[in-house]
């Protein structure tokens, strides 16, 4: 079976959200467990309220993995950005040719807030250099 193109190959998780939704996903149920193992007996949650739980940490299973994979894509395109960096003239004259491929990155990684922290620090490393 071939993978979709929002659906990492391996893992069969689509990639559809941002870091940032992915974690505030993964947040959400974590607490909504939390809430509910503080005010449920053990004995309920194995017993009355089994199938819901079980299915509430497949929920959280399933979040981590979005939030990973949605990581690593944010990794992967800074990564790229960097190698692309070999190719850029290290002077003031290759800036604009910087920020292109930056940007050109950022829209790749569907604008992840993750993403471009990255990108703007590395920037910031790099303009630093520059400086001295």
Do not use: H, W
Not at 12 to 21: L, P, S
């Amino acid at each position: 079976m071939e993978a979709e193109k929002n659906q990492l190959p391996e893992s069969g998780v689509r990639i559809f959200m941002n870091t940032v939704e992915a974690f505030e996903r993964v947040r959400k149920l974590q607490a909504r467990r939390i809430r509910n193992e503080r005010n449920l007996s053990p004995e309920d949650l194995s017993g009355k309220y089994r199938v819901p739980y079980e299915k509430l940490q497949e929920e959280i299973r399933q979040a981590q993995m979005e939030y990973r994979a949605a990581c690593t894509r944010s990794i992967r395109k800074a990564t790229e950005y960097l190698s692309l960096l070999i190719l850029c003239d290290p002077t003031d004259e290759g800036i604009d040719d910087r920020s292109e491929t930056a940007r050109r990155k950022f829209r790749e990684g569907d604008g992840d807030p993750l993403l471009l922290k990255i990108l703007t620090e590395i920037d910031n490393l790099l303009d630093e250099k520059l400086v001295r």
